[in-house]
Protein backbone atom coordinates (compact mmCIF):
# COMPACT_ATOMS: atom_id res chain seq x y z
CA UNK A 1 0.00 0.00 0.00
CA UNK A 2 1.23 3.76 -0.77
CA UNK A 3 0.96 6.07 2.42
CA UNK A 4 -0.04 9.82 1.65
CA UNK A 5 3.20 10.19 1.11
CA UNK A 6 4.17 8.22 -1.28
CA UNK A 7 5.99 5.34 0.03
CA UNK A 8 5.24 1.86 -0.29
CA UNK A 9 4.57 0.34 2.89
CA UNK A 10 5.75 -3.33 2.58
CA UNK A 11 7.01 -4.25 6.14
CA UNK A 12 5.34 -4.70 9.79
CA UNK A 13 7.64 -4.92 12.93
CA UNK A 14 5.23 -7.30 15.00
CA UNK A 15 6.21 -7.32 18.53
CA UNK A 16 4.83 -10.13 20.64
CA UNK A 17 5.36 -9.37 24.44
CA UNK A 18 7.07 -6.25 25.97
CA UNK A 19 8.88 -9.10 28.52
CA UNK A 20 12.29 -9.10 28.47
CA UNK A 21 15.04 -11.55 30.14
CA UNK A 22 17.29 -8.48 29.34
CA UNK A 23 17.28 -4.99 31.18
CA UNK A 24 19.20 -3.18 28.77
CA UNK A 25 19.64 0.00 30.37
CA UNK A 26 19.02 2.34 27.79
CA UNK A 27 15.50 0.42 26.74
CA UNK A 28 14.23 -0.82 29.90
CA UNK A 29 14.06 0.41 33.55
CA UNK A 30 15.93 -1.95 35.77
CA UNK A 31 12.56 -2.65 37.41
CA UNK A 32 11.13 -4.48 34.71
CA UNK A 33 8.11 -3.65 34.10
CA UNK A 34 4.68 -3.91 35.18
CA UNK A 35 3.55 -7.56 34.30
CA UNK A 36 0.74 -7.04 31.74
CA UNK A 37 -2.27 -10.36 32.69
CA UNK A 38 -2.10 -12.62 29.33
CA UNK A 39 -5.15 -11.49 28.13
CA UNK A 40 -3.66 -7.96 27.06
CA UNK A 41 -0.67 -9.34 25.31
CA UNK A 42 -2.17 -10.31 22.22
CA UNK A 43 -2.56 -14.11 21.82
CA UNK A 44 -0.55 -16.07 18.72
CA UNK A 45 -3.98 -16.51 16.88
CA UNK A 46 -4.64 -12.81 16.86
CA UNK A 47 -0.80 -12.21 15.92
CA UNK A 48 -1.20 -14.17 12.63
CA UNK A 49 -4.47 -12.57 12.24
CA UNK A 50 -2.81 -9.35 12.15
CA UNK A 51 -0.08 -10.50 10.11
CA UNK A 52 -2.25 -12.38 7.43
CA UNK A 53 -4.79 -8.90 7.32
CA UNK A 54 -1.55 -6.35 6.58
CA UNK A 55 -0.08 -9.40 4.33
CA UNK A 56 -3.39 -8.92 2.11
CA UNK A 57 -2.72 -5.05 2.40
CA UNK A 58 0.96 -5.85 0.52
CA UNK A 59 3.08 -6.37 3.17
CA UNK A 60 5.79 -8.57 2.31
CA UNK A 61 8.27 -8.75 5.08
CA UNK A 62 7.50 -9.58 8.91
CA UNK A 63 9.96 -9.14 11.64
CA UNK A 64 8.84 -9.99 15.00
CA UNK A 65 9.99 -8.33 17.75
CA UNK A 66 9.49 -7.64 21.55
CA UNK A 67 10.86 -7.03 24.40
CA UNK A 68 12.59 -10.59 23.66
CA UNK A 69 10.66 -12.55 21.37
CA UNK A 70 12.27 -15.77 22.24
CA UNK A 71 10.71 -15.56 25.45
CA UNK A 72 7.26 -15.49 24.71
CA UNK A 73 5.36 -19.09 24.72
CA UNK A 74 4.37 -20.48 21.41
CA UNK A 75 7.30 -18.57 19.44
CA UNK A 76 8.29 -21.29 17.52
CA UNK A 77 4.61 -22.25 16.69
CA UNK A 78 4.01 -18.76 15.29
CA UNK A 79 6.91 -18.47 13.54
CA UNK A 80 5.72 -21.67 11.50
CA UNK A 81 2.05 -20.18 11.01
CA UNK A 82 3.32 -17.21 9.90
CA UNK A 83 5.58 -18.85 7.15
CA UNK A 84 2.70 -20.75 6.20
CA UNK A 85 1.61 -17.33 4.27
CA UNK A 86 1.33 -17.49 0.73
CA UNK A 87 2.33 -14.14 -0.12
CA UNK A 88 4.43 -13.41 2.78
CA UNK A 89 8.10 -13.23 1.25
CA UNK A 90 10.55 -12.69 4.12
CA UNK A 91 9.91 -14.11 8.11
CA UNK A 92 13.00 -12.23 10.38
CA UNK A 93 13.07 -12.08 14.08
CA UNK A 94 15.50 -10.12 15.85
CA UNK A 95 16.93 -10.89 19.10
CA UNK A 96 19.58 -10.17 21.78
CA UNK A 97 20.64 -13.75 21.12
CA UNK A 98 20.41 -15.61 25.07
CA UNK A 99 17.95 -18.02 24.00
CA UNK A 100 19.39 -19.24 20.88
CA UNK A 101 21.17 -21.96 22.03
CA UNK A 102 17.88 -23.85 21.85
CA UNK A 103 15.61 -22.29 19.91
CA UNK A 104 17.79 -21.53 16.77
CA UNK A 105 17.61 -24.47 14.92
CA UNK A 106 13.84 -24.94 15.96
CA UNK A 107 13.37 -21.30 14.40
CA UNK A 108 15.17 -22.56 11.06
CA UNK A 109 12.82 -25.59 11.18
CA UNK A 110 10.25 -23.08 11.57
CA UNK A 111 11.10 -21.70 8.55
CA UNK A 112 12.50 -18.27 10.16
CA UNK A 113 14.38 -16.65 7.30
CA UNK A 114 16.41 -14.08 9.07
CA UNK A 115 18.03 -13.18 12.40
CA UNK A 116 19.48 -9.92 13.69
CA UNK A 117 21.07 -10.28 16.98
CA UNK A 118 21.88 -7.57 19.22
CA UNK A 119 25.13 -7.03 20.61
CA UNK A 120 26.11 -3.81 22.71
CA UNK A 121 29.78 -4.58 23.38
CA UNK A 122 32.35 -7.55 23.15
CA UNK A 123 33.58 -7.63 26.71
CA UNK A 124 32.12 -9.93 29.32
CA UNK A 125 31.50 -7.47 32.45
CA UNK A 126 30.64 -4.67 30.36
CA UNK A 127 28.22 -6.81 28.71
CA UNK A 128 27.02 -7.74 32.01
CA UNK A 129 26.83 -4.45 33.59
CA UNK A 130 24.89 -2.96 30.20
CA UNK A 131 22.43 -5.67 30.47
CA UNK A 132 22.13 -5.90 33.68
CA UNK A 133 22.03 -9.61 33.80
CA UNK A 134 23.08 -11.06 30.68
CA UNK A 135 26.04 -13.14 29.68
CA UNK A 136 28.39 -11.96 26.71
CA UNK A 137 28.97 -16.05 26.61
CA UNK A 138 25.74 -17.23 25.97
CA UNK A 139 24.98 -14.73 23.01
CA UNK A 140 28.13 -15.96 21.31
CA UNK A 141 26.79 -19.08 22.17
CA UNK A 142 23.41 -18.17 20.71
CA UNK A 143 25.41 -16.75 17.39
CA UNK A 144 27.30 -19.93 17.17
CA UNK A 145 23.87 -21.56 17.32
CA UNK A 146 21.85 -19.10 14.64
CA UNK A 147 25.12 -20.08 11.89
CA UNK A 148 25.13 -23.94 12.66
CA UNK A 149 21.42 -23.86 12.26
CA UNK A 150 21.77 -22.52 9.02
CA UNK A 151 21.31 -19.01 9.22
CA UNK A 152 23.04 -16.98 6.75
CA UNK A 153 23.38 -13.09 6.36
CA UNK A 154 22.87 -12.29 9.79
CA UNK A 155 23.51 -9.22 10.89
CA UNK A 156 24.26 -7.92 14.47
CA UNK A 157 22.96 -4.97 15.95
CA UNK A 158 25.25 -2.78 17.73
CA UNK A 159 24.15 0.66 19.73
CA UNK A 160 26.81 3.32 19.43
CA UNK A 161 26.87 4.86 23.21
CA UNK A 162 29.49 7.59 24.07
CA UNK A 163 31.87 6.71 26.90
CA UNK A 164 30.17 3.10 26.82
CA UNK A 165 31.46 0.98 23.59
CA UNK A 166 32.82 3.80 20.92
CA UNK A 167 36.43 2.36 22.06
CA UNK A 168 35.16 -0.88 20.81
CA UNK A 169 33.99 0.34 17.48
CA UNK A 170 37.42 -0.91 15.54
CA UNK A 171 37.00 -4.75 17.61
CA UNK A 172 33.26 -4.68 16.10
CA UNK A 173 34.35 -3.49 12.24
CA UNK A 174 37.47 -5.97 12.43
CA UNK A 175 34.35 -9.11 12.83
CA UNK A 176 33.48 -8.25 9.15
CA UNK A 177 36.80 -9.22 8.59
CA UNK A 178 36.79 -13.27 9.18
CA UNK A 179 32.77 -13.22 9.69
CA UNK A 180 30.13 -12.92 6.50
CA UNK A 181 28.30 -10.68 9.02
CA UNK A 182 26.50 -7.13 8.18
CA UNK A 183 27.80 -5.46 12.04
CA UNK A 184 25.14 -1.83 12.02
CA UNK A 185 25.89 0.12 14.56
CA UNK A 186 22.83 1.90 14.93
CA UNK A 187 22.23 6.06 17.05
CA UNK A 188 21.11 5.60 20.30
CA UNK A 189 18.06 7.39 20.19
CA UNK A 190 16.68 9.81 22.80
CA UNK A 191 13.18 7.78 24.28
CA UNK A 192 12.84 5.64 27.84
CA UNK A 193 15.53 5.43 30.15
CA UNK A 194 18.30 7.21 27.95
CA UNK A 195 16.17 10.24 27.10
CA UNK A 196 17.62 12.48 29.66
CA UNK A 197 21.24 10.76 29.38
CA UNK A 198 24.08 13.38 28.51
CA UNK A 199 24.35 14.81 25.43
CA UNK A 200 28.42 13.09 24.98
CA UNK A 201 26.36 9.51 24.89
CA UNK A 202 24.43 10.52 21.79
CA UNK A 203 27.23 9.97 18.84
CA UNK A 204 26.25 10.53 14.64
CA UNK A 205 27.40 7.45 13.22
CA UNK A 206 30.39 9.62 11.32
CA UNK A 207 32.67 8.50 14.30
CA UNK A 208 32.57 5.08 12.94
CA UNK A 209 33.74 6.35 9.49
CA UNK A 210 36.46 8.25 11.34
CA UNK A 211 37.54 5.55 13.23
CA UNK A 212 37.91 3.39 10.46
CA UNK A 213 38.53 5.46 7.49
CA UNK A 214 39.20 2.21 5.23
CA UNK A 215 35.13 1.57 4.94
CA UNK A 216 34.48 1.82 1.26
CA UNK A 217 31.19 2.79 0.44
CA UNK A 218 28.57 -0.07 -0.95
CA UNK A 219 25.12 0.67 -2.68
CA UNK A 220 22.81 1.49 0.67
CA UNK A 221 19.97 -1.30 1.41
CA UNK A 222 16.96 -0.40 3.19
CA UNK A 223 17.69 1.99 5.99
CA UNK A 224 21.19 1.57 6.57
CA UNK A 225 24.27 2.82 4.53
CA UNK A 226 26.36 0.32 3.89
CA UNK A 227 30.41 -0.38 4.32
CA UNK A 228 33.05 -2.64 3.60
CA UNK A 229 36.85 -3.04 4.24
CA UNK A 230 38.12 -4.18 1.37
CA UNK A 231 38.42 -8.19 1.08
CA UNK A 232 36.27 -8.46 4.10
CA UNK A 233 33.77 -10.93 4.31
CA UNK A 234 31.37 -8.90 5.90
CA UNK A 235 29.67 -5.84 5.55
CA UNK A 236 29.36 -2.49 7.85
CA UNK A 237 26.12 -0.76 8.51
CA UNK A 238 25.42 2.65 9.81
CA UNK A 239 21.45 3.40 10.60
CA UNK A 240 21.39 6.84 11.61
CA UNK A 241 17.59 7.85 12.15
CA UNK A 242 19.49 11.01 14.00
CA UNK A 243 21.98 12.83 11.81
CA UNK A 244 20.99 11.19 8.61
CA UNK A 245 16.98 11.05 8.93
CA UNK A 246 15.59 8.71 6.49
CA UNK A 247 11.55 9.19 7.03
CA UNK A 248 11.44 9.61 3.37
CA UNK A 249 12.64 5.78 2.83
CA UNK A 250 10.74 4.43 5.35
CA UNK A 251 8.69 1.29 4.49
CA UNK A 252 7.19 0.15 8.02
CA UNK A 253 4.48 0.20 10.24
CA UNK A 254 4.76 -1.17 13.48
CA UNK A 255 2.24 -3.59 15.74
CA UNK A 256 2.46 -3.98 19.26
CA UNK A 257 2.29 -6.64 22.00
CA UNK A 258 -0.74 -4.73 22.97
CA UNK A 259 -2.44 -4.60 19.80
CA UNK A 260 -1.76 -1.06 18.76
CA UNK A 261 -0.89 -0.31 15.35
CA UNK A 262 1.67 3.04 14.94
CA UNK A 263 2.66 4.59 11.96
CA UNK A 264 5.76 5.86 13.09
CA UNK A 265 8.42 4.62 16.36
CA UNK A 266 8.39 8.12 17.89
CA UNK A 267 4.62 9.00 17.25
CA UNK A 268 2.02 9.15 19.77
CA UNK A 269 -0.24 8.03 17.15
CA UNK A 270 -1.63 4.30 17.75
CA UNK A 271 -4.38 2.51 16.31
CA UNK A 272 -6.13 -0.09 18.59
CA UNK A 273 -6.36 -3.69 16.32
CA UNK A 274 -7.76 -5.61 19.28
CA UNK A 275 -11.01 -7.03 18.81
CA UNK A 276 -11.34 -6.29 15.21
CA UNK A 277 -11.58 -8.69 12.42
CA UNK A 278 -12.19 -9.25 8.70
CA UNK A 279 -12.51 -6.36 7.06
CA UNK A 280 -12.42 -4.17 10.12
CA UNK A 281 -9.29 -5.22 10.67
CA UNK A 282 -7.71 -4.75 7.15
CA UNK A 283 -9.57 -0.77 7.38
CA UNK A 284 -7.40 -0.13 10.69
CA UNK A 285 -4.49 -1.11 9.07
CA UNK A 286 -5.18 0.73 5.96
CA UNK A 287 -6.10 3.93 8.24
CA UNK A 288 -3.21 3.37 10.05
CA UNK A 289 -0.99 3.22 6.62
CA UNK A 290 -2.79 6.28 5.43
CA UNK A 291 -1.79 8.13 8.71
CA UNK A 292 2.01 7.26 9.10
CA UNK A 293 3.25 10.57 9.67
CA UNK A 294 5.07 12.20 7.11
CA UNK A 295 8.64 12.39 10.15
CA UNK A 296 9.81 11.90 13.50
CA UNK A 297 11.30 14.74 15.23
CA UNK A 298 14.47 12.82 16.51
CA UNK A 299 16.70 15.73 15.42
CA UNK A 300 15.19 18.19 17.60
CA UNK A 301 15.99 15.57 20.36
CA UNK A 302 12.38 14.98 20.25
CA UNK A 303 10.75 11.61 20.61
CA UNK A 304 6.63 11.84 21.01
CA UNK A 305 6.19 8.16 21.93
CA UNK A 306 5.35 7.51 25.99
CA UNK A 307 6.56 3.83 25.65
CA UNK A 308 9.98 2.73 26.05
CA UNK A 309 11.59 0.70 23.19
CA UNK A 310 10.91 -2.60 24.63
CA UNK A 311 7.31 -1.68 24.48
CA UNK A 312 7.40 -1.17 20.56
CA UNK A 313 9.78 -3.58 19.52
CA UNK A 314 12.36 -0.86 18.01
N1 LIG B 1 15.19 -7.85 22.60
C1 LIG B 1 15.48 -7.83 21.22
C2 LIG B 1 16.85 -7.25 20.97
O1 LIG B 1 17.43 -6.68 21.88
O2 LIG B 1 17.32 -7.39 19.84
C3 LIG B 1 14.45 -7.14 20.34
C4 LIG B 1 13.85 -5.87 20.85
S1 LIG B 1 14.97 -4.50 21.03
C5 LIG B 1 13.88 -3.24 21.60
C6 LIG B 1 15.30 -4.10 19.32
C7 LIG B 1 16.49 -3.22 19.08
O3 LIG B 1 16.25 -1.91 19.58
C8 LIG B 1 17.78 -3.70 19.73
O4 LIG B 1 18.79 -3.81 18.76
C9 LIG B 1 18.11 -2.60 20.72
O5 LIG B 1 19.49 -2.46 20.90
C10 LIG B 1 17.49 -1.40 20.03
N2 LIG B 1 17.23 -0.26 20.92
C11 LIG B 1 16.59 -0.27 22.11
N3 LIG B 1 16.54 0.99 22.62
C12 LIG B 1 17.16 1.81 21.72
C13 LIG B 1 17.44 3.21 21.67
N4 LIG B 1 17.07 4.05 22.63
N5 LIG B 1 18.11 3.67 20.59
C14 LIG B 1 18.50 2.85 19.58
N6 LIG B 1 18.25 1.53 19.57
C15 LIG B 1 17.60 1.01 20.63
FE1 LIG C 1 15.60 -6.49 26.19
FE2 LIG C 1 16.25 -5.98 23.67
FE3 LIG C 1 15.53 -3.99 25.33
FE4 LIG C 1 17.83 -5.21 25.74
S1 LIG C 1 17.28 -4.01 23.91
S2 LIG C 1 16.28 -4.74 27.32
S3 LIG C 1 17.42 -7.25 25.11
S4 LIG C 1 14.24 -5.62 24.64
Given at each position: MIDSCGRNIDYLRLS????????CRYCMPEEGVCKRTHSEILSLEELEAIARAAVALGITKIRLTGGEPLVRRGIVELCRRLRRIPELQELCLTTNGSLLPDLAAPLREAGVDRLNISLDTLRPERFTQMTCRGELGQVLKGLAAAEEAGFTNLKLNTVLIGGFNDDEISDFVRLTQVHPWEVRFIELMPMGPCAQWDRSCFLPNTTVLRHCPELRPLPARGVARRYRIPGARGTVGLISPLSHEFCADCRRIRVTADGKLKGCLHSREEIDLRGLHGWQLQNAIRLGIAQKPQRHHLTERRSDTPRNMNQIGG
Open positions: VTDLCNYR
